[in-house]
């Protein structure tokens, strides 16, 4: 059975940062890739992040780019999100998702596994 458990969330001004963490099990972590989605009180699920199983392939959502970093670490089965000069915008629970396949993609539908999320504020 594949968990993927977030961690790292909290409240943080704006212009802080913060990291999370997504901690998987049940699955082969090493070939999967995997990424990071938010998604705010009355809006869509919305695309921040992916990594390819190497890591050596990542995207990002245009609203994040040059502030957040994806990472992972294959030998913990962890994965990472640096989040920086955070703004009030970026209050969302946050969610990391994993794909049976190597490859990195940005679109919701093509994740199979699915984490509980956790939230993250960010204050004006």
């Known amino acids: 059975q594949v968990q993927l458990v977030e961690s790292g969330g909290g409240l943080v001004q704006a212009g802080g940062s913060l990291r999370l963490s997504c901690a998987a099990s049940?699955?082969?972590?090493?070939?999967?890739?995997m990424g990071w989605f938010r998604q705010a009180p009355g809006k869509d699920r919305e695309f921040i992040a992916a990594?390819?199983?190497?890591?050596?392939?990542?995207y990002y959502g245009d609203s994040v780019k040059g502030r957040f970093t994806i990472s992972r670490d294959n030998a913990k089965n962890t994965m990472y999100l640096e989040m920086n000069n955070l703004k009030p915008d970026d209050t969302a629970v946050y969610s990391c998702?994993?794909?049976?396949?190597?490859?990195?993609?940005?679109?919701?539908?093509?994740?199979?596994?699915w984490g509980q999320g956790t939230q993250v504020t960010v204050s004006s």
């Open positions: 049940g699955l082969t972590f090493g070939i999967s890739a």
């Open positions: 990594i390819s199983e190497s890591g050596y392939t990542t």
């Open positions: 998702a994993g794909r049976r396949s190597s490859a990195a993609v940005t679109m919701v539908v093509r994740y199979d596994y």
